[in-house]
């Protein structure tokens, strides 16, 4: 049964009828149709717009309906246009004229743009929870790998020494701002449009803010045109989740190229790993792989939802409809990425002896051996030229600055002496480097008690 078919005289189209169908991807959204439904129904028993009665059986029956899906008791019926269509005919078919009454001052216009808002919001919550997880896991190595020296890199070239620990906090600093962006997308989107009607609202006297109320949302739309025309909410999300896919790449790259051979950083668990089919030695860190690869997958939605709305003009068009498989799919994308990624980096075995060995290796030392002449007087930039010689010959005797004896040094400049050894230690290196946001130890320390303030306020929050 068509809910529109009173227009229309002639059958549509099978293949037409399919290709407009959304019931195979929107019944995800069952939930959210049936608790708006409630909330609709019982303002309309309320404001006197149907029969207090009538409202009553209504939500009676759509509980029914709801229990009666989450159960397994009621297949959706894949035949029907949507799920707002299907909820209201299963309704219809339990309760009669009743049942008919429920659309009253509605549309599916406003009904599936509050559906959408409901459903975003719910994924925020999941998506935040496992963010949260994983800051902690990023806090919890963190603490562990306080005195862990690795280098740090500019151009994927060796530059300074630092902690493995201050490597976990930047990581920590990506995904809390992506915590953050996700509930200041998640405010926008907690404003309630049902009410606006198609376009123009409607004549019946609603009370928009009881169900804004019944529904938990903070406020109601205030212009019916852009109620049902925005999906500014669904965009934001999706950009929210590319941001966080870009942030899991970029240390999923990092994971990848420590597990090789030439790094030696880690190893990942066999847990997230795969081998070959025909090479035996082959260990390969495909699930990491595979989260860079989900990446473009989730920016290929946002791109989708972007060139979908780019052209339509008010208010609701049918190409909106391609609004859910993008939602549904980057969001399913990103739970998934963010539950795997946080079992492998729990389970990598962190290999410090290689990480300290790689950071005394290219000079990475050298920075400090300039500022250790600046604090003798000399002016940074003849520093820097004198540091940088002095690196050109050390590399010609394949020795480190370190092994240098102090007639080399001052071969280069007579200011040196015999206190530059431990100045250019690359223990000191990092913990000379104790400003707030450094690496040394002391700063980490402070940076993960700040961490732990944060991670106490948002799980505290009701």
Request: hydrophobic residues 40%.
């Amino acid at each position: 049964m068509k809910l529109w078919g009173g227009r229309f005289s002639g059958q549509t189209d099978e293949q037409a009828d399919h290709f407009h169908s959304s019931i195979s991807f929107d019944q995800r959204l069952f939930r959210q149709d049936i608790n708006g439904s409630i909330a609709h129904a019982q303002m309309l028993g309320q404001q006197g717009i149907i029969a207090k009665p009538d409202a009553e059986a209504i939500v009676k029956a759509l509980d029914s309906i709801l229990t009666d899906i989450e159960s397994g008791a009621l297949t959706i019926d894949v035949a029907a246009e949507d799920i707002h269509s299907f909820v209201e005919t299963e309704l219809i078919a339990r309760i009669g004229d009743a049942g008919r009454r429920l659309h009253t001052g509605r549309s599916r216009n406003d009904q599936v743009a509050l559906d959408m808002r409901m459903y975003v919001k719910d994924e925020i919550d999941e998506l935040n929870a496992l963010l949260i997880n994983l800051l902690e896991t990023l806090v919890l190595m963190a603490k562990q790998h306080t005195r862990t020296i690795m280098p740090g890199f500019t151009h994927l070239q060796k530059a300074q020494p630092i902690t493995l620990a201050h490597h976990f906090m930047a990581y920590f600093q990506m995904f809390k701002r992506d915590y953050e962006r996700l509930n200041n997308c998640r405010e926008r989107t907690d404003i309630m449009p049902l009410g606006s009607g198609a376009l123009a609202s409607t004549t019946y006297p609603l009370d928009r803010d009881f169900v804004k109320e019944s529904l938990g949302f903070s406020d109601i739309t205030a212009n019916s045109l852009d109620a049902v025309s925005d999906r500014d909410f669904c965009i934001e999300f999706v950009s929210g989740l590319s941001i966080i896919m870009m942030h899991l790449s970029r240390f999923c790259e990092e994971l990848i190229l420590w597990s090789t051979d030439s790094f030696g950083f880690i190893t990942i668990s066999d847990a997230y790993a795969t081998g070959s089919s025909i090479m035996p030695q082959k260990k390969n860190p495909d699930m990491a792989e595979l989260i860079r690869g989900k990446t473009g997958r989730v920016y290929g939605s946002l791109m989708g939802l972007l060139t979908m709305m780019k052209g339509l003009p008010l208010a609701y068009n049918k190409d909106m409809q391609e609004d859910k498989e993008a939602v549904f799919d980057a969001a399913d994308t990103v739970k998934s990425c963010i539950s795997v990624f946080c079992g492998m980096l729990q389970t990598v075995k962190i290999n410090t002896d290689t990480m300290y060995k790689s950071a005394l290796g290219a000079y990475t030392n050298a920075t400090d051996a300039a500022d250790w002449l600046v604090k003798k007087g000399m002016p940074f930039r003849e520093a820097h030229e004198i540091t940088g010689k002095l690196v050109l010959y050390a590399i010609d005797k394949e020795k480190t600055l370190n092994e240098l004896s102090l007639d080399e040094l001052k071969a280069v400049s007579n200011i040196f002496d015999e206190t530059v050894y431990k100045e250019i230690s690359v223990e000191t290196c990092v913990n000379a480097r104790n400003v707030a946001g450094g690496p040394a130890e002391s700063a980490v320390l402070k940076a993960i008690e700040q961490a732990g303030t944060f991670l106490g306020g948002v799980k505290n929050k009701p």
